[in-house]
């Protein structure tokens, strides 16, 4: 009778199995698994503003560029009062706000020649409201202001331009004479009621001559305004 036994696996033959396996096992702990993606809304938010942003940025660039137009400034600065020549101007092309009422470049030459009514400083825009064909007090012409309680004005309210007299009073305690009543004429430039007092200032032109005489009178508080004619 024959016995039937099973081959023993060889020593050198567990080994280099147990090295294979440690092997694998080495390998596959070096390969990390992928990352886990995580949403970062913060992150999503910024790039959907930074998109924004630069939307707006460029309509801001291109509005810009389209409302530019050519408008008149000032080279060098002109004091109040003083005459405009040609080489105190200059044209410049930028945005401008309408509300500004800057003078455009094609009416350059009709600045030339007016006087401006405020000081322009040198790179400034000329508007509309900077110049003046004369300025007050014109020359030779100086203003005076003249208070006078309602009492003594005219019913009608008096405007910028209006021809006056200021007329000298014998105040309440006086007597009012067959004499010819001292008064100078005068041109209101400004009228500035005073709710405090109760009176007005009128400020009026008068020839340089005249204004010493008037400001005194006024300061005794013996004059009043009559208006005359507005008719020219």
């Not at 405020?118 to 003249?146: C, E, F, K, N, W």
């Not at 041109?187 to 010493?212: F, I, L, R």
Request: proline content about 7%; hydrophobic content about 45%.
């Amino acid at each position: 009778m024959s016995v039937t036994t099973e081959p023993k696996t060889r020593p050198t033959t567990r080994r280099a199995n147990k090295t294979a396996e440690a092997a694998t096992t080495a390998v596959d702990a070096r390969i990390a698994p992928p990352p886990k993606l995580r949403r970062r809304p913060l992150l999503v938010v910024a790039s959907v503003a930074a998109v924004c942003l630069g939307g707006l940025l460029g309509v801001w660039a291109y509005t810009s560029v389209t409302t530019a137009q050519e408008v008149v400034a000032v080279r060098s600065t002109v004091q109040r009062g003083a005459l405009i020549s040609r080489e105190d101007l200059v044209t410049v092309r930028i945005g401008v706000d309408p509300a500004l009422n800057p003078v455009p470049a094609a009416q350059l030459d009709g600045v030339v020649g007016q006087r401006a009514a405020v000081d322009l400083p040198a790179g400034g825009l000329v508007t509309q409201g900077s110049i003046a064909a004369t300025v007050v007090p014109a020359h030779d012409m100086s203003v005076v202001g003249v208070a006078v309680p309602a009492a003594l004005l005219p019913g009608e309210p008096l405007r910028a331009g209006d021809q006056v007299r200021v007329v000298a009073t014998p105040g309440q305690q006086g007597e009012v004479t067959d004499e010819e009543q001292r008064s100078i004429t005068a041109m209101v430039v400004g009228v500035y009621p005073e709710a405090d007092s109760g009176q007005t200032v009128v400020s009026v032109q008068v020839p340089y001559d005249q204004a010493a005489e008037l400001a005194a009178r006024a300061a005794t508080g013996k004059v009043a305004v009559v208006l005359d004619s507005r008719e020219r």
